[in-house]
């Protein structure tokens, strides 16, 4: 942005939310370099339009409920391990709002997205400017060097395109963020989010469609393609995200753990069993998929 444009998004956020939650997010410190952004291309004023979007849904459309807060570091890396859902990635997105909405100190979270998102005009600039991230292997490194809430989705896209008549199924976690927290001595926090597998039913998907666009998946759901852009609107569900205790695995094992497959894979699975019993939990006791009944 330029600066005149920095300033009426400053005043435009002021407008749009209440005097403490104006002040909560203008007292984010994003290490600028010099040029308005940080050096991941995170703008605090591009933060706070993406945050007046996103806020609108986490409070009218998917009425998001959280719990745990306590149990994320208010200094200090940190490692976020959400199940995936959705077939967008809307899970990240109240995710990133509710740390900044709920915790004693807002904390900007940043999350590693799929390569291909980088490659999406407009959309890859949007998310840099909001604090996200491309999944590369040195990002994880320089966050967690710099003292960041970092966001991993074990699954990966695998997770969020997932069919419908395997929901709430965690398939498969990945490894690597196993490797981050040992290497990084980072806690692991299991977190569990209900409500994104129904946003967005996925019934099935045109493979060959996706080859060709060079997607991970081109879902068919009850609304696309159907009803074309508006098709990807999420059914207004209620999310309920929980956040658990953390995990030190590092105080037992060292770095050179790493180069140990079977007790990397062993810990992998240790921490996506803790999430799918937790996912197992919020599906069980909540009374409606869309908040019917709840309080």
Known sequence: MHPWQREKAIELAERMLPPEEFARLMSLETDDTGFGYDFFGLEKESLLLG????????????RVRSEGHENIPLEGR??????????????GVMIWADLLRKLAKP????AMVDNFMGFLPFVNTMMAR??????????????LRADRIVTVFPEGSRGTGKP?????QLIRFNVGFIELSLTHRAPIIPTAVVGGEEQAPMLYDIKPLARLLAFPYFPVTPFFPWLGPLGVIPLPVQY???YGEPLHFYEEYPPETVSEPETVRMLAAKVQLIVQEMVDDGVKNRKSVFGFGDD
């Open 107 to 110: 904390r900007v979270m940043r």
């Open 240 to 242: 309920h995200v929980v």
């Open 164 to 168: 419908f008549s395997q929901r709430y």
């Open 130 to 143: 909001c604090g996200q991230v491309v999944g590369a292997q040195r990002n994880f490194e320089d966050l």
């Open 78 to 91: 940190a490692l976020i391990t959400p199940n995936h859902s959705g077939v967008l990635p809307i899970d």
């Open 51 to 62: 945050y007046c979007a996103a806020r609108v849904v986490y409070e009218h459309w998917l």
